[in-house]
Every structure is written in structure tokens, then in C-alpha cells.
């Protein structure tokens, strides 16, 4: 049952990072949940005050997430229209991939400076609203990137530490 929980928790870190960049999943929680079925394993000895601080750290960066994009936004000067205009984009990113990889940096910007223009701003508002999101995006992607990514090098020290009652096949 460990190998299958080791498993699972090694997927679930890879989908956490990866949902670092596509905004439908979840990623610093999901890499949490791998980081949980690791301890739940009968090799590694429960560590609650690590479960509780990882769990903390993944919904705050989740949260902020959502609210950077909007503060870029509104800090640079952008109304509600371009806000739901990155959101659109968002959308637009994963289900149209015109733009390849890149579409999930190129369609929210283009997202805020549409949602911008239809509220009737001016052009050099519209863009700097956009600039914005686009920093605001940017910055939340970071963040979840560099979480999961820590969560899954801990995942592998600790896998690497406990190897020898992880891996044993009696």
C-alpha cells in the first residue's frame, strides 16, 4: 500500500506543478495532497506541524492567486471589464491554443487590453491596465511555480530518507 500512496503522491506532484501553469487545476493544493499521502504512508512518521504549515502556505497562494491578477489590474489603473477581461483570456489560453505554450501569457494581456476597450478606455489606459494583469499573472504563476516546486523537492527528500522503509518488499 506505500508504493501505491508513494506513487499517487509522486503524480499528484508533477499535476501540482504543472497546474502551476494552466489555471483549471489547482496546483500548490494538489501538491499538497501528494505531500499528505507520503505521510500517510506506515514509513513515514506523521509530522502534523508540517502537514498544517504546508496545507496554510498552499490555500494562501491559492487565494492570492486570484487577488494579484485583480490588483495588478486595478493598480495599473483597470476597471472590472478588465479584470474579467484576464479571466476570459485565462479561458481562452486552455481552450484555444493558437498561441502554443505562450497562449497562457499572451491571452490573458490580450483579454485586459479587449476588456478595456469595450469599457471605453483609452488606449494607452487599456494597455497599461493590461500591462498589469499581465504583471499580476505573471507574479501568481511564479509563486505556485516555486511552491509546488519546493513541495516536490521535499516530497523527494523525504522519499530519499525513508527509501529503506519505503522500498522494502517483505
Not at 504512508?41 to 492570492?64: D, G
Request: proline share 5%; no cysteine; aromatic share 16%.
Amino acid at each position: 500500500m506505500d508504493i501505491a500512496l508513494l506513487i499517487l503522491g509522486f503524480l499528484l506532484m508533477l499535476v501540482g506543478i504543472l497546474g502551476s501553469f494552466l489555471p483549471i487545476l489547482p496546483g500548490p493544493p494538489l501538491s499538497w495532497v501528494g505531500l499528505l499521502l507520503l505521510y500517510l504512508t506506515e514509513a513515514v512518521p506523521n509530522n502534523w506541524w508540517v502537514l498544517t504549515i504546508t496545507f496554510i502556505i498552499a490555500i494562501a497562494i491559492t487565494i492570492l492567486d486570484y487577488v494579484i491578477p485583480a490588483m495588478g489590474t486595478k493598480r495599473f489603473g483597470g476597471s472590472k471589464a478588465g479584470m474579467w477581461g484576464t479571466i476570459v483570456g485565462l479561458l481562452v489560453a486552455i481552450f484555444v491554443p493558437i498561441f502554443g505554450p505562450l497562449g497562457i501569457i499572451i491571452w490573458p494581456f490580450i483579454g485586459a487590453l479587449i476588456g478595456e476597450l469595450l469599457n471605453k478606455a483609452n488606449k494607452e489606459t487599456a494597455m497599461k491596465a493590461a500591462f498589469g494583469s499581465f504583471l499580476g499573472f505573471l507574479t501568481g504563476t511564479f509563486m505556485k511555480f516555486v511552491v509546488t516546486l519546493l513541495y516536490a523537492i521535499f516530497y523527494v527528500y523525504i522519499t530519499v530518507k525513508y527509501a529503506g522503509d519505503l522500498f522494502t518488499f517483505s
